[in-house]
């Protein structure tokens, strides 16, 4: 799914009064930091963020300044069919299980969206998991409507904003949600009326965090101006950096970072059927990584996030038991410097 070209005209700050918007940032800087040893004890900016705790195990993160989750979290993209429509799963039982066995093995981050399916991800969501655990934590988003397999319509008018969280509200059975988060800016709205209808939603108790998808520096800067922004969705990778200047703004505000295609969409992995395949250079320092480590070029790729930066905390999605399994036990694998250097190498900018 593409990103969206964001108005312009969130950049003229009477909208900020017309709106009943605050003009001053909400967002300011965090007083501890965002993450954190499972322990408590407060961890670094990113020089320090790529330093493993005892066993590789990575620290937690401080969503929103209330919320610690496992910086390793689980995507239910992986629970619908091509072009995020309809179940993948004939049977919904294995995709209940398959939830049930995230949350057993230690994931209190389920990424979901309305538009999964539509609806499919959520519904499956709450049948497997309601009522949540203490220390679950539910992200969803909305703000884009579906008509088709592949097919997205951004939808950010305040009244379809407002219609969508009641509903997400209502698969998920629940009267807040943890984190909502605005799946596109809508070009034809203004930014300031947008962000004006999470704050109300978040006013009346049913959004506790709010957060925004595929933004550019700019835009998340400005978006600060006009609410509490706990969490950006960008994609990003350890090929794909375009968002490099969105992630350190994230470090500097003590903001999530949840990388999607944390995976290259499979390029990554190297499994067959993939869309495309790694760059041989790629390909092969992921594959020389992966057997010092005993481990698969898609755990090296995921390893490789949560030691690049204290912020970033991937979700990354999957409709099978082993893949979940392989996917959670990268946060374990503790990446040498000369490891960390060659990867870091492999990716350069683009935005």
Not at 67 to 77: I, K, Q, Y
Not at 105 to 128: C, F, K, M, Q, S
Not at 157 to 162: G, K
């Amino acid at each position: 799914m593409d990103a969206q070209t964001n108005s312009d005209a969130a950049t003229n700050p009477e909208l900020a009064v017309e709106h009943g918007v605050r003009r001053e940032p909400y967002a300011t800087e965090p007083t501890a930091a965002a993450w954190q040893t499972s322990a408590g004890a407060a961890g670094g900016a990113r020089a320090a963020g790529g330093a493993c705790a005892a066993g590789g195990a990575r620290p937690d993160f401080v969503l929103g300044g209330t919320l610690t989750v496992r910086r390793l979290g689980f995507g239910t993209g992986g629970l619908v069919g091509p072009g995020y429509w309809g179940p993948r799963h004939a049977d919904p039982a294995r995709s209940l299980a398959l939830l049930r066995r995230a949350v057993d093995r230690g994931v209190t981050l389920i990424d979901t969206a309305d538009n999964y399916g539509p609806d499919v991800a959520e519904e499956l969501v709450a049948r497997a998991l309601h009522p949540y655990p203490a220390g679950l934590v539910i992200a969803t988003k909305g703000g884009v409507v579906r008509t088709g397999p592949d097919v997205w319509h951004v939808a950010g008018r305040p009244e379809h904003l407002r219609a969508m969280c009641d509903a997400s509200l209502r698969r998920l059975r629940t009267d807040t949600i943890d984190l909502y988060q605005l799946h596109r800016l809508d070009p034809d709205v203004p930014m300031a009326e947008q962000l004006g209808t999470l704050v109300e939603l978040q006013q009346a108790g049913k959004i506790r965090h709010i957060g925004l998808d595929s933004i550019d520096a700019a835009e998340l800067a400005r978006a600060r101006e006009l609410a509490p922004i706990a969490s950006v969705q960008n994609r990003y990778n350890v090929l794909d950096r375009a968002s490099e200047d969105v992630l350190e703004l994230c470090e500097r505000t003590g903001t999530a970072f949840l990388p999607w295609f944390p995976l290259g969409h499979g390029t990554l992995t190297g499994a067959p059927g993939t869309r495309t395949s790694a760059p041989a250079p790629v390909a092969d320092a992921l594959t020389t990584i992966a057997a010092a480590h005993g481990a698969t070029t898609g755990q090296i790729a995921l390893a490789w996030l949560l030691h690049h930066s204290p912020a970033l905390l991937p979700t990354p999605g999957t409709g099978s038991p082993d893949h979940l399994d392989e996917n959670l036990a990268a946060d374990r694998i503790a990446l040498t410097e000369a490891e960390l250097g060659l990867l870091d190498a492999l990716g350069t900018p683009t935005g």
